[in-house]
């Protein structure tokens, strides 16, 4: 599914996405435009917060740092902004 004004897709969830890179469901030439889909959602959306609940919590994590994505994930890992790990 497109993201509106964006280049990006995602499956209307970053748990349905981040599960979809983990388990390799997801087509080489559309992985990018995923990650960067969720990168949106995390970033813009959602204002640097993840919305996985338990089903996604552990694919977020490794999605983002096998995809060049660690950075973001010390970021929501460590904000102190509500909701947060601390």
Known sequence: ?????TD???YASQT???KALQF???PDA????LVNGVVYDITEV?????????HGIRYIYTGL?????GD???????????????
Request: avoid cysteine.
């Open 46 to 54: 959602k204002v640097e917060h993840h919305s996985t609940g338990i």
């Open 1 to 5: 599914m497109s993201i509106p004004k």
């Open 24 to 26: 390799g469901i997801v």
């Open 16 to 18: 349905a996405s981040v």
């Open 72 to 86: 973001l994930e010390y970021q929501i890992l460590t904000t102190l902004k509500f909701p947060s790990q601390f």
């Open 30 to 33: 559309e992985i990018k435009t």
């Open 8 to 10: 990006f897709k995602w």
């Open 65 to 69: 740092t096998k995809y060049g994505k």
